[in-house]
Structures are given as structure tokens and as C-alpha cells.
């Protein structure tokens, strides 16, 4: 599904992913090894990659890092990956990218931050050069403006401008704007300097939900770019989650954002994937992007067997990551259908219905029988233990896919 609301002018490919209105929303992650441990960076991209995550960005932050580059990109590209490969680049793009020419070379896209390229005349000289790499070497750039690291001579000036008028606006509100002119304004010179409209993205990040929101609405009523859209520096865990989530559906309901990075601070007990897995349930649960059938599945309570019950549940939803690639292969719209697993006969008839193939598990005081929907009419009744009747369903559901293209 492609969304509609908000039309990019460019379609802009970062390797051979496309990005803007034409396309899906993209998903990206980002590495967290030293980008010169190349085999550390090397395996990690690939599992970010086999993931999901369609873009993968490292940091380039020095010589080791960006001497790395070509040899982590060759290795990915040996192993099957064809994820894009994007250097995040700070304080000393314009040096690495002119210095390391092979560096420039295997990259797929630059990511630099206009506040951070070099204060003063140097943000000009330095900004340049960079887009003159890029446009030598044919390379999209994604122009990164964050809240952290907000051009500290352009909101100075622009709150003492604010200042002195009449009737200012809020400092929120200057330092919204100054965002936004930041990345617009940087867009702006890109193309005065010649890179075409379909080598640029944009982006602006913040870590407060109602302004990361606004910023983004403001700058999408002002430009037609494609945009990557992000809450920054989100933390870590449930919070993290439901911060990114809330930010990014409301963002994403305006019809903005072509691609999408949740940022969250992995924990001990989580992987970096996790980014990964969070990202596409925000765009599946928006209807916006289908990565996977969809398991709609009760809470359980004390109507439910709910150790027998959570114990379907985990293996229906692992058994389907695990043959969902084939399925697709039958059927290209296989990640569009719906599963249900209910836990009792108050919800699980009519949810099952609602589906394209359900089970609907009995309840304590029920007969131990569990029912299998397909297509909204019941279609076999699994008896037997636990072990039988999660075998039997597995069966099912795996028939029903591989023969799903004939429905
Ligand atoms: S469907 Fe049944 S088991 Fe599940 S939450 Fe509702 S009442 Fe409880």
C-alpha cells in the first residue's frame, strides 16, 4: 500500500531503493559497533537488514571508520544483503569523503547536519564540498537536522531578531522555525550548488513528541521533499515505545514521512532489531505498510486455559515469521491476511469470523474443542491435547497460505 496524502515532488533512490510517495514507507535502522570493526559492523547490518530494515546508516567518523567502509560494503554485498548503505557524517564529512574517495564511492547515501558541518564561513566551504562529492559520485544526501545539535549562530539570531519585534512569538516557536529554516534553508544552497531535488531528503528530529509533531507538520506545508521522520533519542524500553509510536502516528496520519528510524537505547535483554520490529508495527498498525500477516489474538483471562492458550499464540505468531517468506512467494498479498487466536467463546467465534483462518481455543468450563475458522465459516473442529491441536492448526494455517493464491 502506498500512502497518499502528502505528494513528494522527487523520487529520490538510495541504491535501489526508492523513496517518496511513489514507494512504501521505508524502514531504517542504524549501527551501534565501531564502524572500524568491520567484521562487528559487517555482521550487524546483515541482521539488521534480514530484520527488516530496508536502509541500514552507519556512523563515519574517522579515518579507521571510513577506511572500513569499503571493505564492510563488499563483504554485505558477497553475503546477498542489498540493503543500502548510508555514512552518517559530523564535524568531518567534507574531509573523510574527499580523503577516502572509495569511501565515497561504495556508499549509497551521505547523511550530513547542517548544524555541525563547521561554524561560520566554514559552514559554506564545508557544506559545499560535500555536495560536490555527492554530486560527483552521484549520490543522494539526506540533510539531518536535529534538536540536539540546532545551528547555534542561526537560533542566536533568530531569537535576538525575535526579541526585538513588536509582538515576538514564543521561544518554542523560534526555535521550531529555526529547525525548519535550518533544514530548508541548507536544502536551498544544495540545489543552488547543483544537486537535483531527486538526490535530497530531509529530516528534523526531536526528543519531545509535541515538537518533534509540529516541526515536522511546519516543514511539510513548506516543502515537497521526500522526508525521513524520527522521534530522536527516545530512551529506552515502554517508554520509548509509546513515545515513538505516539509521535509517529501522529506525524504519519498528516500523510509525512517517506521513511522511518525508531530510536531507541537498546538494554541488555533487547537487541538492536528490536528498532526493527517497532517500526513496522507502527506502519502495519496504520494500515500504511504489510510486512506480515497480522495475529489478532485476546488477552486471556480467567475464562481461558491461559498457559495452554499464550503457548499457541507464541508459536502461531513464530511459525508465521518463520514461513512467511515462502508465502509470499505464492502469494504476493499473503501479508495482508488476518489470524486470529481467541481464548474463549465470548470473543473467539466473532473475532475468528473476522479473519481469514482462526482458532478459537475453548475456554476452562468449555467442551475441549477448539474451532477452526476459515474465511468467516467454521471449517474443522481440532480435538485432542494441547500438542494435537496447536500441531493440527499449524497444518491448516500452512495449507491455507500455500494454497492462498487460489482464493
Ligand atoms: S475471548 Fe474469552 S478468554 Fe479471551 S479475553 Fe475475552 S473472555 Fe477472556
Redesign the pocket.
Known amino acids: 500500500m502506498t500512502h497518499s496524502i502528502r505528494r513528494t515532488t522527487h523520487s529520490v533512490f538510495v541504491g535501489t531503493v526508492g523513496i517518496g510517495s511513489k514507494f512504501p514507507i521505508r524502514v531504517q535502522s542504524m549501527t551501534n559497533t565501531d564502524t572500524a570493526d568491520i567484521a562487528a559492523t559487517t555482521a550487524q547490518i546483515i541482521e539488521l537488514a534480514q530484520a527488516g530494515s530496508e536502509i541500514v546508516r552507519c556512523t563515519v567518523n574517522n579515518d579507521a571508520a571510513a577506511l572500513a567502509v569499503p571493505e564492510i560494503i563488499k563483504r554485505i554485498r558477497d553475503s546477498g544483503c542489498t540493503a543500502p548503505i548510508v555514512g552518517d557524517f559530523h564535524y568531518n564529512g567534507h574531509v573523510l569523503l574527499k580523503k577516502y574517495v572509495a569511501c565515497a564511492v561504495a556508499l549509497d547515501k551521505y547523511r550530513i547536519n547542517p548544524g555541525n558541518v563547521g561554524g561560520g564561513i566554514l559552514h559554506d566551504k564545508n557544506f559545499s564540498e560535500i555536495i560536490s562529492i555527492a554530486r560527483e559520485f552521484d549520490k543522494p544526501i539526506r540533510i539531518g537536522v536535529n534538536g540536539g545539535s540546532l545551528d547555534s549562530e542561526l537560533l542566536t539570531r533568530n531569537m535576538a531578531t525575535n526579541a526585538g519585534l513588536k509582538n515576538p512569538i514564543s521561544a518554542r516557536d523560534v526555535y521550531i522555525n529555526s529547525l525548519v529554516e535550518s533544514a530548508l534553508s541548507s536544502a536551498t544552497r544544495a540545489c543552488d550548488l547543483g544537486l537535483c531535488g531527486d538526490k535530497i531528503i530531509v529530516s528534523i528530529k526531536a526528543s519531545d513528541v509535541a515538537t518533534c509533531v509540529e516541526v515536522n507538520r511546519r516543514l511539510a506545508a513548506l516543502c515537497s521533499y521526500p522526508l525521513h521522520i524520527g522521534l530522536t533519542e527516545a530512551g529506552v524500553a515502554v517508554p520509548a515505545i509509546v513515545s515513538s509510536t505516539v509521535a509517529m502516528s501522529k506525524i504519519l496520519a498528516g500523510g509525512i514521512g517517506d521513511t522511518i528510524r525508531v530510536s531507541l537505547t537498546p538494554t541488555q535483554s533487547t537487541k538492536r532489531t528490536q528498532e526493527i520490529d517497532v517500526a513496522r508495527a507502527i506502519l502495519q498498525s496504520l494500515g500504511l505498510v504489510d510486512f506480515i500477516p497480522r495475529v489478532t489474538s ?4 480467567g ?2 486455559e491461559n498457559l495452554a492458550f499464550q503457548r499457541v499464540v507464541s508459536r502461531v505468531n513464530e511459525f508465521v515469521s518463520s514461513r512467511i517468506e515462502v508465502w509470499k512467494k505464492i502469494d504476493s498479498r499473503a501479508c495482508e491476511k488476518k489470524i486470529a487466536v ?3 467463546v ?3 467465534p466473532g473475532e475468528s469470523r473476522n479473519a481469514d483462518i482462526a482458532l478459537s481455543f475453548p ?1 476452562r468450563s468449555e467442551e475441549p474443542r477448539a474451532i477452526v475458522f476459515i474465511d468467516g465459516n467454521v471449517a474443522r473442529t481440532l480435538i485432542g491435547t494441547v500438542d494435537q491441536i496447536e500441531a493440527d492448526f499449524l497444518s491448516m494455517l500452512d495449507l491455507y497460505f500455500l494454497t492462498s493464491s487460489t482464493k
Do not use: E, I, L, S
Open positions: 485476546c488477552p486471556g483471562c475464562r481461558a481467541m481464548g474463549c465470548v470473543n473467539g475456554g
